[in-house]
């Protein structure tokens, strides 16, 4: 499957203009980056979202949500490795030469444990709690925002979000 250059084009730049309004940063080698965004768009194609291009996507989009561009492990693996797996986005250490690029280890379960979308969030005196799966931002309100504020992730990859007991002002 061949994908058109300005589409190709288009989508690098929206994908370096909302990493970098994010803080984040995507690979320098603009040649292996444009390789992963053809990828994604050749997986938005096939599958309808942009599936990460280095891993094995299933077809079926909510077992794959931890796997759309961003994924879930994006931010652990600019932690621990310097980049996430497929090496889209780097750290500012590898950006600047500082640490090197490196393989980095597959996170992702053989079966990625899911929340139903039904499932309750304990509610804090009526008010119900929301998580992004991909940056971790928390919200309060009946329902997720649309779109991350954050990552710009959207609203399928957020998840209900239950404070342990210990945080709750009152719970022994």
């Known amino acids: 499957m061949t994908i058109e250059s300005e589409r190709l084009r288009k989508t690098y730049e929206q994908l370096k203009t909302d990493a970098e309004a994010g803080g984040y940063h995507l690979n320098s080698d603009e040649d292996w980056t444009l390789g992963l965004v053809e990828g994604l768009l050749v997986n938005e194609d096939r599958y309808g979202y942009q599936a990460c ?40 250490e590898v950006l600047a030469g500082e640490k090197p690029l490196q393989s980095v280890p ?43 504020p954050i990552c710009r992730a959207k609203q399928e990859r957020f998840e209900p979000f ?4 210990s945080a709750i002002p009152g719970d022994p």
């Open 106 to 148: 597959e996170r992702r379960p053989e079966t990625p444990p899911r929340l139903s979308r039904e499932a309750e969030a304990k509610p804090v005196e009526g008010i119900r709690l929301w998580r992004c799966r991909v940056c971790g931002y928390l919200c309060a309100r009946e329902h997720p925002p649309g779109v991350c």
């Open 53 to 92: 291009p280095c891993r094995l996507a299933s077809g079926d989009k909510q077992a794959d949500l931890d796997i759309i561009c961003p994924c879930d492990y994006r931010d652990a693996d600019l932690h621990d490795w310097g980049a996430c797996y497929c090496a889209l986005y780097v750290s500012d």
């Open 162 to 165: 239950v404070l342990p007991p």
